[in-house]
């Protein structure tokens, strides 16, 4: 089993930036780190994703040119930074493994292990 512990979430107006943590820990056989995220009303969509070996990247078309998600392999840590956030940002962002050895997938059926969340909020 793999603990996903996420962190870094707060509020910050239009325009700023906040960086997302996700520390992981247990085993060892995960292929591909993601971020997620779920406004209320609304189903969990991908937000990016990143390959803990290659660093190959894979980015939501709403967020791209604006987050970089990034890992630290030493320290089983996946990182989202978030810049020009916008007030269709606000979510809870949620951080998920996948075993699957394929590019950073985008279906959120192919995460296994999720994180509690960390609630990101922006006020126009």
């Known amino acids: 089993q793999v603990q996903l512990v996420e962190s870094g979430g707060g509020l910050v107006q239009a325009g700023g930036s906040l960086r997302l943590s996700c520390a992981a820990s247990?085993?060892?056989?995960?292929?591909?780190m993601g971020w997620f995220r779920q406004a209320p009303g609304k189903e969990r969509e991908f937000v990016a994703a990143?390959?803990?070996?290659?660093?190959?990247?894979n980015y939501a078309d709403s967020v791209k040119g604006r987050f970089t998600i990034s890992r630290d392999n030493a320290k089983s840590t996946v990182y989202l930074q978030m810049n020009s956030l916008k007030p269709e940002d606000t979510a809870l962002y949620y951080c998920?493994?996948?075993?699957?050895?394929?590019?950073?997938?985008?279906?959120?059926?192919?995460?296994?292990?999720w994180g509690q969340g960390t609630q990101v909020t922006v006020s126009s």
């Open positions: 998920a493994s996948s075993p699957v050895p394929v590019s950073p997938p985008a279906n959120v059926r192919l995460y296994i292990y």
């Open positions: 247990g085993r060892t056989d995960t292929s591909n």
């Open positions: 990143i390959n803990w070996w290659s660093g190959s990247t």
